[in-house]
T-cell receptor, first 114, second 115 residues
Framework: GENVEQHPSTLSVQEGDSAVIKCTYS??????FPWYKQELGKRPQLIID?????GEKKDQRIAVTLNKTAKHFSLHITETQPEDSAVYFC?????????????FGKGTSLLVTP | EAEVAQSPRYKITEKSQAVAFWCDPI?????LYWYRQILGQGPELLVQ????????DSQLPKDRFSAERLKGVDSTLKIQPAELGDSAMYLC?????????????FGPGTRLTVL
């Protein structure tokens, strides 16, 4: 089955700096990669996703890059703000039995200090 | 904006007791997922429904866990008997069709503590 590795597990940056979170996956057939943000005590929320026919996608301060050959994808947050502090999860979608299943990384706890 | 609803939000139980969690997906969403999230880890899929049918329950510990979605709308996840290792957040998610790349929307979760 699919295995998703995520690094780092914790990341601390100063407000205004950039943050980068990296993920690798094992199933070469995977080609949908969402990123979720989970604030303390709240539900995971989709912040950006990318499909394998695209190498990069940007939405304001957030961007995701995908390297299908190397089987890795990354989340980039620029001009970080304290409200970006949360746990971020990457995921890869793969075929599983009769459906499609998301396999999540273990999460990165991002802390943005003023 | 419509959201996935779950109840209860918190549940404390003693081991060997039975517990049940309820999920109401976004209206019109055909696919419903139950995930378990252990503290410090990402969600892990337990069971996936397409309408009222189970699509994938390969990771569901069937000796003690059961899930149903009788009318293809809301769903119940049951644990009987609960064990100490079942303490976790149980998340429900739904998507419009379950097709490739369909966005999954998560509920707020039920935090289970087994004493």
């Amino acid at each position: 089955g699919e295995n998703v590795e995520q690094h780092p597990s914790t990341l601390s940056v100063q407000e205004g700096d950039s943050a980068v979170i990296k993920c690798t996956y094992s199933d070469s057939a995977s080609n949908y990669f969402p990123w979720y943000k989970q604030e303390l005590g709240k539900r995971p929320q989709l912040i950006i996703d990318i499909r394998s026919n695209v190498g990069e996608k940007k939405d304001q301060r957030i961007a995701v890059t995908l390297n299908k050959t190397a089987k890795h994808f990354s989340l980039h947050i620029t001009e970080t703000q304290p409200e970006d502090s949360a746990v971020y999860f990457c995921a890869a979608l793969s075929r599983q039995n009769s459906g499609y299943a998301l396999n999540f990384g273990k999460g990165t706890s991002l802390l943005v200090t003023p | 904006e419509a959201e996935v609803a779950q109840s209860p939000r918190y549940k404390i139980t003693e081991k060997s007791q039975a517990v049940a969690f309820w999920c109401d997906p976004i209206s019109g969403h055909a696919t419903l997922y139950w995930y378990r999230q252990i503290l410090g880890q990402g969600p892990e899929l337990l069971v996936q429904f397409q309408d009222e049918s189970v699509v994938d329950d390969s990771q569901l510990p069937k000796d003690r866990f059961s899930a149903e979605r009788l009318k293809g709308v809301d769903s119940t996840l049951k644990i009987q008997p609960a064990e100490l290792g079942d303490s976790a957040m149980y998340l429900c998610a739904s998507s419009r069709s379950g097709q490739y790349g369909d966005t999954q929307y998560f509920g707020p979760g039920t935090r289970l503590t087994v004493l």
